[in-house]
């Protein structure tokens, strides 16, 4: 109960910021850099470490492929939009969660929500 209290208070902290300003890059950047730290001492990095991926060499390589082209579509549909006007027909992800996020609650919400995931997958 203590975490999750924990990452309330970041995101009420984190979303006082206004968007896209130093201060909540560093309040976003923050989590990122803990769970990279945590990830790797806890050997994510090293193949056959506890917690670690199952073993690819059973699924093959089709997973990774299938990943890999899943990204690279989005990645294209993403900059493809990015670069296509006007954002009312060509959104991206950033400008539809544009709206939302402009309220102090859900932002506060959703940084809260998007630090715990990211605990969580470290933590698992």
């Known amino acids: ?13 984190a979303a006082l910021g206004d968007p896209m300003t130093w201060p909540v890059r560093v309040a976003v950047a923050a989590p990122v850099l803990a769970v990279i730290v945590l990830a790797v001492r806890r050997g994510w990095h090293r193949p056959g470490s506890p917690g670690g991926r199952g073993d690819l060499s059973k699924a ?34 950033s400008s539809l969660f544009e709206q939302p996020l402009s309220f102090y609650p859900v ?9 715990w995931l990211g605990w969580a997958l470290v933590t698992r």
């Open 60 to 93: 093959g390589p089709v997973p990774i492929i299938v990943w890999v082209v899943l990204l690279a579509v989005v990645a294209v549909i993403q900059l493809g939009h990015f670069f296509a006007e006007p954002r009312s027909i060509y959104p991206t992800l």
């Open 107 to 115: 932002r506060a919400a959703a940084l809260a929500v998007w630090a």
């Open 1 to 13: 109960m203590l975490v999750l209290v924990g990452f309330a208070v970041y995101g009420a902290l």
